[in-house]
């Protein structure tokens, strides 16, 4: 896969980013670089090969699930911007 000009061009327009010429083709450059980089990674053979997590092999430490404080409701609640004794109450966002 390989990005052209025009492509660069139009991302920047649909991302609200103004981008000169100049940097255009520093964009092309990198992009497709990546992109080559992506396709030389996809040719690899993985099918013998475990996934991993982590390149660390550890295991995370189990600790048990318990409540730490308890009753803290009413200082929660302070936090709202409307006053209700059950919920945080907040403006409407969508119309």
């Given at each position: 896969?390989?990005?052209?000009l025009k492509t660069i061009k139009h991302i920047a327009k649909l991302s609200r980013i103004s981008i000169d010429d100049k940097k255009a083709k520093e964009l092309e450059k990198d992009?497709?670089?990546?992109?080559?980089?992506?396709?030389?990674?996809?040719?690899?053979?993985?099918?013998?090969?475990?996934?991993?997590?982590?390149?660390?092999?550890?295991?995370?430490?189990?600790?048990?699930d318990e409540v730490k404080t308890k009753n803290i409701r009413e200082q929660i609640l302070k936090n709202s911007p409307d006053e209700n004794k059950d919920f945080f109450v907040v403006p409407k966002v969508v119309e």
């Open positions: 896969m390989s990005i052209d992009l497709n670089s990546i992109f080559e980089f992506i396709e030389a990674l996809n040719k690899v053979d993985t099918k013998k090969v475990d996934p991993l997590t982590s390149i660390a092999e550890t295991s995370l430490k189990l600790r048990g």
